[in-house]
């Protein structure tokens, strides 16, 4: 939200005094910028992309492994936004081997699930979308330490499950915003 000031004018005045307004810019997201991190969890492991596998988790990689980078160095996609109070909005991309992916989420078997897509996130988001969540900081004392809230349901964060030898990325549930729960706590 930028400081400049913004001409309004009241076009109608509905029921119980509701004001209506013309010519404002409905809830969006534009692209502001973008970083380039891995994402580690509470254990340090690094987040790595497999769409190949069509999943991500938490792993322990050599320091080889991460040079080569693949699926692990992560463009987090900073947005402008009309509501601010919400976090700040992001999305996910990733680079594996010569094809980007972005990180969405979708409902399958009545579960959301987080997927990785073949594409670019956009430049411009007009409303809402399953790419967005909103960065949080993990608690007040951690400045390195975030959770990311899926935007589409208050309450859903990024977190990893423990499937076998496995800590798959998944949303989780939680029942208060600050909740400290530390598989949705994500470094970089």
Known sequence: MSGEEILVCAVQLGEN????????????????????????NVNSQ????????N???????????????NGMHFNIHYYKTTTPSAGMPVAFSVQ???????MCCEKECGKMIVRFREGEVPKEIPGESNVIFFKKTFTSCSSRAFKFEYSLEQGMFLAFEEEGSLRKLILKKLSREDEVDETTKICF
Not at 17 to 40: M, S
């Open 17 to 40: 005094f509701c004001l209506y307004f013309a010519g404002l810019e409905c809830d969006a997201f534009c692209k502001e910028k973008i970083l380039h991190r891995v994402l580690r």
């Open 46 to 53: 690094l987040l790595v992309v497999r769409p190949d596998l």
């Open 55 to 69: 999943m991500a988790a938490f792993e322990d990689v050599t320091d080889q492994e991460m040079k080569s980078g």
């Open 96 to 102: 594996v081997e010569d094809k980007t992916y972005y």
